[in-house]
């Protein structure tokens, strides 16, 4: 099965075992995310990932922001 989540990830249960990744490639989304995170800046992003552009990254914080806008509450 194959969920296409926006213009440049897709969750495939072939590729990655579903894992979202960045289409045409095996990148994982997460690690893109875990290497902001760590500091990195977006042009060592797409150094060590040629394949991805600045449209890619901006996505996957896209994708992060909606996940948590509708995954995460709390209920009292």
């Known amino acids: 099965m194959r969920v296409e989540i926006n213009e440049y990830i897709v969750a495939d249960n072939e590729i990655c075992g579903g894992t979202p990744t960045f289409k045409g490639t095996r990148i994982m989304v997460y690690l893109v995310l875990e290497m902001l995170q760590a500091g990195m800046n977006v ?3 797409i150094k060590a990932y040629p ?3 600045e449209e890619h990254i901006k996505s996957a914080l896209k994708f992060a922001a909606q996940i948590t806008e509708r995954e995460f509450r709390i209920t009292i």
């Open 51 to 53: 394949s991805l552009t």
């Open 43 to 45: 042009k060592e992003i």
